[in-house]
């Protein structure tokens, strides 16, 4: 899983069929543990309601597709989790602290 | 899944059996990473779509016998982001 916060909504009427109804998020994953996330940007399908600007856990490959009650979904990241509150370690200093979006914001702050 | 924007198209008159009047797609995503993807629900240059990875994935979409694992499930319309 990956932690990451939501940053936009994805509109698209051609389709593969099964992503019908679902709701296609973009998530920026923070990259303050290692190994950091390969990619800028994910897209991920909404299992819990998320919306633009919520901290979220995202849960990839088959995890993914069994979140969302089925094994027949060409997708490979899905939104399993709304993140309330995040504590890092004092050790933290010692990864990356850059954030994809900018500066961390104040809550993240042990 | 991956946001990108279709930059070309390959041809290649041998190919691997599975990939047989397959359209693969080249497709940018926006930082210089490039990957190709086969499509089939008609995208096309310029369009902006959404690029799906794995064997499951591709076993689901275009059939396990396709000798690529990065399929094209959707063509974007729009993202907000405010």
Redesign the interface.
């Known amino acids: 899983m990956i932690l990451g916060r939501v940053?936009?909504?994805?509109?698209?009427?051609?389709?593969?069929a099964?992503?019908d109804g679902r709701k296609?998020l973009?998530i920026e994953p923070y990259l303050w543990y290692a190994p950091s996330h390969e990619?800028?940007?994910?897209?991920?399908v909404d299992a819990v309601g998320a919306g633009?600007?919520e901290d979220v856990v995202v849960c990839m490959?088959?995890p993914a597709?069994r979140s969302l009650g089925t094994t027949?979904?060409?997708?490979?990241?899905a939104v399993c989790a709304i993140v309330d509150k995040i504590e890092l370690a004092a050790d933290r200093g010692a990864r990356p602290l850059t954030f994809v979006g900018g500066t961390a914001p104040a809550h993240e702050a042990v | 899944m991956r946001l990108g924007r279709v930059v070309g198209s390959v041809w290649g008159a041998k190919h691997a059996d599975g990939l047989d009047g397959a359209k693969l797609l080249v497709v940018e995503d926006g930082r210089g990473g490039r990957v190709t993807a086969i499509d089939r629900l008609g995208a096309g240059e310029g369009d902006r779509v959404l690029v799906a990875h794995g064997t499951r994935v591709r076993d689901l979409t275009v059939g396990e016998t396709v000798a690529l694992k990065d399929v094209i499930i959707a063509i974007v319309d729009g993202v907000d982001a405010p």
């Open positions: 940053v936009g909504e994805v509109w698209a009427t051609k389709k593969h099964a992503l296609l973009v990619v800028a940007h994910l897209v991920a633009v600007g490959g088959d597709r027949s979904m060409p997708i490979e990241a």
